[in-house]
């Protein structure tokens, strides 16, 4: 850590420190400060920056820089418990938080709390400037209060970021208009933005930018390090004259962290989404080749890239979707799990996306472009031969086990597992396409709530039929309706088993379930070898297995069902024992009863109406 002068408020910082990210590449900062007094008896201005804890890497680095009133006495107090709080407190709110509604209710917390101190005591003693920046992803949130600023430095450009909030005339200009503590209603002005390898940050105290003009600022930035420029900017402002304590904290960007999932929220809000396309018409410079799917939601396309002939698959809104904000914000959740997965071994049986569009092209419309690989689903190859052999079958159960479990590890529940999601590609490998309702934990509320899934291959758990009986104490459950209950990894093996069946047999366990109707689970699926002699007993067991109606008796985990297939006859599963009617139907008790009864009654009516007396 590098420090000058008399006050040192940094912690937590190391120039140049690399963030090791567990899904990306490095997030790279060069964080240096320099604070002194100047001919000022004390030191008023606080500056800090602080990095993420493990498991919060998602909410990025902060830093802040604050010079306190010298009205009231209490100044340096007021900067230093504004900047200590906002730094702390920052990363105690959701990670589901937009930065600047988070950094909001922090100072505006802040604000009433030294607001109710200043009422108190007159004149006020406690108000303070605040000047601070959040480096999230690939976007950057500035917060600002007073008469310190921010400068943006980009690409041989300096860009002043904040506007001072004093009075317009130059003999009070250094009278505030705004401050933290100043009054009990504070509106803070907020800049966002993207950001660029190369970006240097700078956030200066009135005593420093009061000196320096900004084409001074750029040649003194311009140091090997930001410790040196911040330095240099602060030694430069004394030697120009400055009266005020001089404070200079400057921030270069080196690497970026892939897209967080509020960098795609803040693209799908804002890009338009494009109109319906023709075969041959052109979006962002690439070509429409063929229109693959219309969901009434979703477009898929067929693109090229005409420079490099490469083929591209590209996912884009329904223009009557183009207003629907969960839509919006549906589409953007599946493009950053994708780029999340990217870094993961789930990666090699998935499909590539695209950050960038190829030629390094400006995207003007809001869509997802993913890699295009040649073959085909499972649905369109049981489309033309109503089943599939022994052996392909067991090969597409172990890749998508595979898949499904490096998904669970990550915490992904895939949520759409079906034939026509699982693509055969001409290289041989199996992939899991569309993401799209995909958990990940960080999914809008909407969408968690959504009741999504193809009917036919949903779990009885997400239909409101649960097991009911102690398990664990060995006594008989029963299928009754209950609430229903959110997606697990559970819900992703059902699919699969499913699809298993319905890709040896031609036909669905439980037959198919139209979209407005509720799964019926009230008898056992029957074998999959009654529909297809060539399947295994082994196989059957398996089969029948992972997909019971009863939960507890399925496999609990991807590497548990995966475990079964590789072992195959050498060690079978034990055939699952059948539902007794009384599980499948409580009921049936009284309904035997009640059949019983008709028949007596039936057979006294005709004795008594029949027969001789």
Same mark, same amino acid.
């Given at each position: 850590m590098h420090q000058t002068g008399e006050n040192p408020h940094f912690w937590d910082l190391l120039p140049g420190i690399e963030i090791a990210y567990p899904w990306c590449m490095a997030f790279e900062l060069d964080i240096g400060f320099s604070s002194e007094t100047g001919s000022k008896d004390i030191n008023e201005d606080f500056c800090a920056a602080m990095l993420p804890e493990?498991?919060?890497?998602?909410?990025?680095?902060?830093?802040?820089?604050?010079d306190g009133v010298s009205q009231g006495g209490m100044g340096k107090e007021a900067a230093q418990t504004t900047v200590v709080s906002l730094l702390r407190d920052y990363y105690g709110t959701p990670q589901t938080w937009d930065t600047t509604v988070a950094l909001d209710r922090i100072i505006s917390s802040q604000n009433a709390w030294l607001a109710g101190i200043n009422r108190r005591r007159r004149p006020a003693m406690g108000m303070t400037t605040l000047t601070a920046?959040?480096?999230?992803?690939?976007?950057?949130?500035?917060?600002h209060v007073g008469d310190s600023r921010a400068y943006l430095l980009r690409e041989?450009?300096?860009?002043?970021?904040?506007?001072?909030?004093?009075?317009?005339?130059?003999?009070?200009?250094?009278?505030?208009?705004?401050?933290?503590?100043?009054?009990d209603r504070l509106v803070v002005d907020y800049v966002q933005g993207d950001l660029q390898v190369g970006d240097?940050?700078?956030?200066?105290?009135?005593?420093?930018?009061?000196?320096?003009?900004?084409?001074?600022?750029?040649?003194?930035?311009?140091?090997?390090t930001a410790q040196a420029s911040s330095e240099a900017l602060v030694q430069a402002a004394l030697k120009a004259g400055s009266r005020d304590n001089v404070t200079a904290l400057v921030v270069r960007v080196l690497g970026l962290l892939d897209a967080t999932l509020q960098d795609e929220n803040r693209v799908a809000q804002s890009l338009p989404v494009p109109p319906l396309l023709k075969v041959g018409e052109r979006i962002d410079g690439l070509l429409v080749q063929a229109i693959i799917a219309d969901s009434g939601i979703n477009v898929l396309y067929q693109v090229q890239d005409p420079s490099s002939k490469i083929l591209y698959a590209l996912k884009t809104l329904n223009p009557a979707r183009a207003h629907d904000p969960d839509e919006r914000a549906m589409l953007a959740h599946e493009a950053w799990l994708a780029k999340r997965m990217q870094s993961s071994r789930a990666a090699d049986h998935l499909v590539r996306v695209h950050e960038a569009v190829p030629g390094g092209r400006q995207r003007s419309f809001f869509f997802v472009l993913y890699d295009w690989h040649g073959g085909e689903t499972l649905q369109q190859q049981l489309d033309r031969v109503q089943r599939l052999g022994v052996a392909q079958v067991l090969s597409v159960g172990?890749?998508?086990?595979?898949?499904?479990?490096?998904?669970?590890?990550?915490?992904? #529940?895939?949520?759409?597992?079906?034939?026509?999601?699982?693509h055969q590609g001409e290289d041989g490998v199996l992939r899991l396409l569309d993401l799209g309702v995909a958990l990940s934990g960080r999914e809008p509320k909407s969408m968690r709530e959504l009741h999504a899934g193809t009917p036919s291959y949903v779990n009885p758990e997400q239909w409101g039929f649960q097991a009911r009986g102690t398990a664990g104490a060995g006594k008989a459950g029963t299928l009754t309706d209950a609430p229903q209950q959110l997606p697990d990894a559970q819900s992703d093996l059902f699919a699969l088993g499913v699809s298993l069946y319905q890709l040896l047999t031609g036909k669905l366990p439980y037959g198919e379930v139209l979209p407005y109707q509720v799964g019926r689970y009230y008898r056992d699926p029957t074998p999959a070898s009654r529909h297809n002699p060539e399947i295994p007993m082994w196989l059957d067991h398996v089969i029948l297995k992972s997909v019971a109606r009863d939960k507890r008796k399925r496999f609990e985990t991807a590497e548990e069902f995966?475990?079964?297939?590789?072992r195959g006859a050498s060690r079978p599963l034990s055939a699952p024992s059948a539902t007794p009617l009384m599980?499948?139907?409580?009921?049936? #008790?009284?309904?035997?009863g009640l059949a019983v009864s008709v028949l007596f009654n039936l057979l006294l009516i005709y004795w008594l109406v029949f027969l001789p007396k």
């Open positions: 493990r498991g919060q890497e998602d909410m990025g680095a902060i830093a802040a820089v604050a920046l959040v480096l999230r992803g690939q976007s950057y949130a500035l917060a041989g450009q300096t860009l002043q970021l904040t506007q001072d909030h004093v009075v317009n005339h130059p003999d009070f200009r250094h009278q505030l208009l705004r401050a933290v503590g100043l009054q240097v940050f700078v956030l200066l105290t009135d005593g420093v930018h009061g000196e320096l003009p900004e084409q001074r600022l750029k040649t003194l930035v311009r140091e090997a172990v890749q998508a086990l595979k898949a499904l479990g490096r998904l669970h590890r990550q915490g992904v #529940i895939h949520r759409d597992i079906k034939p026509a999601n699982l995966l475990l079964a297939l590789e599980q499948r139907d409580p009921a049936a #008790i009284w309904k035997v």
